[in-house]
């Protein structure tokens, strides 16, 4: 935090990742209020994420290319004016339509900030500064649902979507005009280069990212569907904000593991107690079980976080800094939605457990193609030199 920059980057974009932590339950309660309907309300979230996230790999591509200065000023408004837009809307069809283009004018602040890191922090500290940077998107997680059910079952029910406006707006406006967003000069590509959906590593991400997607989809519809359907829509909050806070202590312990193990060995081991973890979730209720596991879970996935990033860096190809992410996130995302509508579904016909339990089948098949696949990931499972590092820093500051 003494490190110049750091702590401008930090503050500028904390708004904006407050209304990102808000947003999903807010359109939830905003679709359940207007139509009575939870698959309806699963069907709007699932929407929203799906056309951010078939967006998000063209966004990053763009960031990639043009900088972060122009299409932050642009998609930052945007999003603001949609978010008004679906908050006076009232039709079942007007607001699904409205949750969809919402989410094809999402300003990707995350993508924006991870890359930035590496041109302001030593190589030594960059695994902390992953860290950190993760523990902060899952503060944002924690306040985010405490502040949007608070405000959803509070006299002003419209309240959730006209505050995640004016944070989006704060944040996006000041992450776009600090200094370090403002001078980002991307990474040239190699010669010749094969665009990233063709890179082996980078689809064996992709294909984990479905599985993960897919199940996490289920899982942010089964637990306030659970809550609603038990009458007792406030733990919600509560439930998804210990698994937030808890993603806080993972990523921090994640940016303490020492450089000495290689970041697939070290996401090799903790996807597996991340799997396990999630075992017990099928068979909570909403309630100190339901968090408890939560807990767990969120610690084993804070620290994955980190780890994750670190193989993507290793691994994606030179040039993509952002655009790799944003694909990664296209398939992760798409798939999400498709969890999260498939999840409405079978929360009102079948039953919550079912969404949960599909959670935990999820981790487990992204345990197994980690592991098949790891020949793929092999530049990730080598510990850098220092000399190395330094001079993959180098190439980076010549290049801005």
């Known amino acids: 935090m003494a490190l110049t920059h750091v ?97 094809l004018t999402a300003p990707p602040i995350n993508l924006s900030v991870r890359p930035l890191w590496k041109t302001i922090v030593p190589p030594t500290l960059l695994r902390t500064a992953y860290a950190l940077d993760t523990s902060l998107i899952s503060a944002m997680s924690v306040i985010g649902p405490i502040v949007a059910t608070t405000l959803a079952l509070s006299t002003h029910p419209g309240a959730p979507l006209v505050t995640c406006a004016v944070l989006l707006v704060m944040g996006g406006f000041s992450l776009a005009l600090t200094q370090v967003s403002r001078e980002y000069v991307p990474e040239k590509k190699e010669a010749n280069s094969a665009p990233l959906w063709r890179h082996p590593a980078l689809r064996l991400l992709m294909l984990e990212g479905s599985f993960i997607g897919f199940g996490w989809g289920a899982f942010n519809v089964a637990v306030p569907a659970f809550a609603l359907i038990e009458k007792v829509p406030h733990r919600t909050a509560w439930v998804l904000g210990i698994l937030g806070f808890s993603n806080i202590i993972g990523g921090l312990l994640g940016g303490l593991v020492s450089k000495n193990s290689s970041s697939l060995a070290t996401l090799r ?132």
């Open 7 to 103: 702590k401008v980057l930090v503050f500028a974009a904390l708004p904006a990742r407050i209304a990102y932590g808000m947003i999903q339950l807010a359109i939830f309660f905003k679709v359940e209020r207007e139509t009575g309907s939870i698959p309806l309300a699963g069907l709007a979230i699932g929407l929203n994420a799906l056309a951010s996230s078939l967006s998000a790999g063209i966004r990053g591509t763009v960031m990639d290319r043009y900088g972060q200065k122009w299409p932050l000023r642009i998609l930052v408004p945007a999003y603001a004016a949609m978010l008004i837009v679906l908050n006076i809307s009232h039709s079942s069809f007007a607001i699904l339509i409205f949750s969809f283009l919402l989410g």
């Open 269 to 400: 081991r903790a996807y597996l107690v991340w799997f396990v973890l999630s075992l017990p979730l099928a068979f909570t209720y909403p309630g100190w079980s339901m968090a408890l596991v939560g807990a767990f879970l969120g610690i084993a996935g804070g620290a994955i976080q980190v780890f994750y990033w670190e193989v993507m860096e290793a691994v994606r190809p030179k040039g993509s800094a952002t655009g790799a992410l944003g694909w990664l996130w296209t398939i992760e995302g798409s798939m999400m939605a498709l969890g999260s509508a498939v999840g409405g579904l079978i929360a009102k016909e079948i039953s919550p457990r079912v969404c949960l339990a599909i959670t935990s089948i999820c981790i487990g098949l992204g345990v197994v193609i980690i592991n098949l696949g790891k020949a793929r990931l092999s530049e990730a499972n080598r510990i850098p030199t220092d000399d190395e590092d330094l001079d993959a820093m180098r190439d980076n500051s010549a290049q801005n």
